[in-house]
């Protein structure tokens, strides 16, 4: 099934995302400027490259094509970034609204250096994105003597889709030229109105696919090692010496449960990649609220943000794990930098119905601190943070032509004391 003729100069033909009926061509609109700049586009704008794009339908994967036309190969962006950074290279992005909700949708984009960059529209917001959905999906680029072309493989495994035989999506396909700001769309997208994926083409003859089941297991074992100059070191300290050595076990799972949600469990979760907070000086008499970095807590957590980052904060994952709130006593202690999580699972995802979904529980341990009297020369233990159990649900429904939603968010946690405890009142306070 070939795209046909070429259409004018700012013209995009489509043949796109699993057809077997193929899909009508329709020439592309076309915007000077970039997506920031506002106003209409001119009448008399100067001619620019083609697009012409291709695709097949497997039993497991989508395979999309495309040819980029450029007058001047040679000034084609294509600078080599890292993964999911595409800088000011050359694109071609790809947008899945799977569920045809005109609300959601998921971004394949390829640079013409070959570099991936995925995200996830959880709303109607072309600028609110989720960074941290990372699917498992190939790209491959050229660049000749008319152009640059890309080859996508997208598994149907890494989407979420209705499970019915005749699906029904919401599609756009744009390019973006950094040499002249430019954006060509094959839906065009007004930048002076709202939302996004409500203003995507529909796509159709997409059929006799059926949600995986997914599931990924990815155990893992670690150790540290942290070396201390002798000189930094109390020789009194009977906890601390030149050099310390800490191993640990664990594993993620990662698991589909039906065609629209998904399962997400944790064991002794490894925290040990990500990043350390910034040095903040509070002079205030308000806590410092710092962001969530740790994957799981942070894959698919616009759920539970409510209305958007905008809105209210009623849930703050990152208290469970946090720092021990106990104190001690003696001269020298040696105590957990965090309470260690056993266990976290969470439940994400979107019902037929409309109706969004999120449920996520923990359990972390307790944790004590061994102790050390110099005036006795006695060791001891103390509790400085006791077990609990954490709980959060989700609830988010759409109705009504304007998808207009209702939410309800329920927060819970329980700690692991018991009446007559003699306890820090710290324990009680956060």
């Known amino acids: 099934m070939m795209c046909g003729a070429r259409l004018n100069r700012a013209g995009l033909c489509m043949i796109l995302a699993a057809l077997a009926t193929g899909f009508p061509a329709s020439a592309a609109a076309q915007e000077s400027g970039g997506r920031g700049s506002g106003g209409a586009i001119p009448s008399n704008t100067p001619e620019t490259k083609t697009v012409s794009a291709l695709s097949a339908q497997g039993l497991d994967v989508s395979i999309v094509g495309a040819r980029m036309y450029s007058e001047n190969p040679d000034e084609i962006a ?5 993964r999911d950074q595409q800088g000011q290279a050359e694109v071609l992005r790809v947008f899945l609204d799977t569920f045809h909700d005109r609300r959601t949708a998921y971004a394949f ?4 250096a070959g570099v991936r960059v995925d995200w996830y529209h959880a709303q109607d917001n072309e600028f609110r994105r989720d960074g941290t959905f990372n699917p498992v999906w190939l790209a491959r680029t050229n660049i000749d003597s008319e152009g640059w072309t890309a080859e996508m493989k997208i598994p149907f495994s890494q989407l979420r889709f209705n499970d019915v035989d005749q699906q029904t999506w919401g599609l756009n396909v744009e390019r973006w030229i950094p040499a002249k700001n ?11 109105e709202t939302g996004w994926s409500s203003h995507f083409g529909t796509l159709t003859g997409v059929q006799g696919i059926k949600p995986s089941r997914r599931m990924e297991l990815l155990p893992y074992v670690a150790s540290d090692t942290r070396f201390t100059s002798s000189s930094l070191v109390d020789p009194a300290d009977p906890f601390n010496g030149t ?3 800490k191993q640990r076990i664990g594993a993620d799972l990662k698991m589909g449960l039906g065609p629209n949600l998904t399962l997400d469990a944790t064991i002794n979760p490894d925290f040990g990649q ?3 907070d910034r040095a903040v000086v509070n002079l205030s008499g308000f806590e410092t609220f710092f962001g969530e970095q740790r994957p799981f807590f942070t894959e698919g957590n616009q759920i539970f943000r409510g209305n958007g980052r905008g809105g209210p904060g009623y849930f703050f994952s990152r208290r469970i794990g946090d ?4 104190s001690t006593s003696g001269d020298f202690s040696d105590r957990p930098a965090a309470a260690t999580i056993l266990g976290a699972a969470k439940v994400t995802g979107r019902l037929e119905s409309g109706l969004s979904v999120g449920v996520l529980g923990a359990l972390t341990s307790r944790e004590t601190a061994e102790t050390f009297s110099l005036s006795s020369g006695e060791f001891g233990r103390e509790d400085v943070e006791p077990s609990a159990g954490w709980g959060v649900v989700r ?3 759409e109705f009504g032509p304007s998808a207009s939603t209702v939410g309800l968010t329920l927060t819970g946690v329980r700690r692991g004391i018991s009446e007559g405890d003699d306890v820090p009142v710290q324990w009680r306070d956060v």
């Not at 294509?78 to 890292?82: F, G, I, N, V, Y």
């Not at 984009?109 to 013409?112: G, I």
């Not at 430019?182 to 002076?192: A, L, S």
Request: hydrophobic share 40%; glycine share 4%.
């Open 109 to 112: 984009v390829v640079t013409a």
């Open 274 to 276: 990500i990043n350390f």
């Open 78 to 82: 294509a600078l080599m970034t890292r």
């Open 323 to 326: 720092s021990p709130h106990g």
């Open 243 to 245: 050099s310390q050595v």
């Open 182 to 192: 430019e954006d060509i769309f094959w839906t065009y997208v007004p930048r002076d």
């Open 395 to 397: 609830l988010q429904q």
